[in-house]
């Protein structure tokens, strides 16, 4: 969807899964941070999930929307995380390669969050809110999300079934990354590893899609 920012009549263009059905929403312009509201009507396809587009996973009012606040260029983590895991040191890890750590505490908040905001990094453990990865709406939702969207979002599954950095379990899972939670003590360096891997491969995919005249 194309926005003009009321203010300096700049052009926003803001992806349609970030606005939910019939609520209207505040968009602040990058520009000159002006506040534009927009709101979509209730009968436009967004393309949401089945199931995930009730009242219960939208934001209550426009203030909740606007409370997370970023600096241009930094980029985010989303920790999605179950009492198994150490949360401690899995923040410690993500703000060792430079990503700001944020927390959801369950499912609703979480997907809330990922509509509203672009999260360069998500981390979902086994259990978060008391669901299984297999059965989790976070990975529904994440496996519907249109792939110029998904390829931007480093995924992260944490559990006791995983052998960590096994790139055809994660594969398999749709995910960018597998760790086993006795593991987790480690996160700092098998964070940096993965992430060199897939700055390489998202690099040389890029030139590919270049040469092809796909990019």
């Known amino acids: 969807m194309e926005v003009r920012c009321n203010q300096c009549k700049a052009r926003l263009n803001i992806p349609d899964e970030k606005i939910p059905k019939g609520k209207k929403v505040a968009i602040i312009c990058p520009k000159c941070k002006g506040k534009t509201l927009v709101k979509v009507p209730e009968g436009k396809d967004l393309g949401y999930p089945e199931g995930l587009d009730g009242a219960g996973y939208e934001y209550r009012d426009v203030e909740e929307a606007l409370q997370l606040t970023y600096e241009k260029g930094e980029k985010r983590c989303l920790m999605m995380g179950s009492k198994e895991v150490d949360k401690q040191a899995v923040k410690q890890a993500v703000q060792s390669v430079g990503y700001r750590f944020l927390e959801a505490e369950n499912t609703r908040t979480a997907l809330s969050k990922m509509r509203f905001h672009h999260f360069d990094m998500a981390i979902l453990c086994d259990n978060f809110d008391s669901?299984?990865?297999?059965?989790?709406?976070?990975?529904?939702?994440?496996?519907?999300?249109?792939?110029?969207?998904?390829?931007?979002?480093?995924?992260?599954?944490?559990?006791?079934?995983?052998?960590?950095?096994?790139?055809?379990?994660?594969?398999?899972?749709?995910?960018?990354?597998?760790?086993?939670?006795?593991?987790?003590?480690?996160?700092a360096p098998i964070l940096k590893r993965a992430l060199a891997d897939h700055e390489m491969f998202y690099k040389v995919f890029m030139e590919t899609l270049e040469e092809i005249g796909k990019a």
């Open 131 to 187: 669901v299984g990865i297999s059965q989790s709406p976070i990975m529904n939702y994440m496996n519907h999300l249109p792939m110029s969207v998904r390829r931007r979002i480093f995924l992260i599954l944490v559990g006791e079934e995983f052998r960590s950095m096994d790139q055809m379990m994660a594969f398999a899972m749709s995910a960018n990354l597998v760790v086993n939670i006795k593991d987790v003590d480690k996160m």
